[in-house]
């Protein structure tokens, strides 16, 4: 149910799967999750800098080990806000940009074919 809700708000299948294991177990290095995950280390890798992008994970080094840790669940209010604000960004981009496709239908002479 949660994995969904993830997906739901724009978190892929495999971010939303990562971000749930580090939050249930806290923070762990990159080896760990892809055992229980049973994915390729490199996926994880590349699923964390995602998240990391996202604002949704954090991470730290310990005695040479890079751990990665979920952050607080509601940085995930703070990620649907930013989404938001860059939909209504396009959103209004677009409406103006309306009148000009209009014109650009116009602006196209086809000429007929003609059955002989």
Do not use: H
Not at 47 to 72: E, H
Not at 77 to 106: A, G, H, M, W
């Amino acid at each position: 149910m949660l994995v969904e809700s993830l997906v739901k708000i724009g978190l892929t299948q495999a971010e939303s799967l990562v971000y749930l294991e580090l939050f249930r177990l806290g923070s762990q290095p990159v080896s760990t999750l892809a055992k229980r995950l049973k994915l390729n280390r490199t996926t994880v890798y590349s699923v964390l800098k995602k998240l990391m992008q996202k604002g949704l994970v954090g991470d730290y080094t310990n005695k040479g080990v890079k751990y990665f840790l979920a952050n607080d669940p509601n940085c995930l209010i703070t990620y649907l806000d930013r989404r938001c604000r860059t939909l209504d960004y396009y959103r209004n981009q677009f409406v103006t940009l309306i009148p000009k496709f209009r014109n650009e239908s116009s602006v196209v002479d086809v000429e007929r074919p003609e059955v002989s």
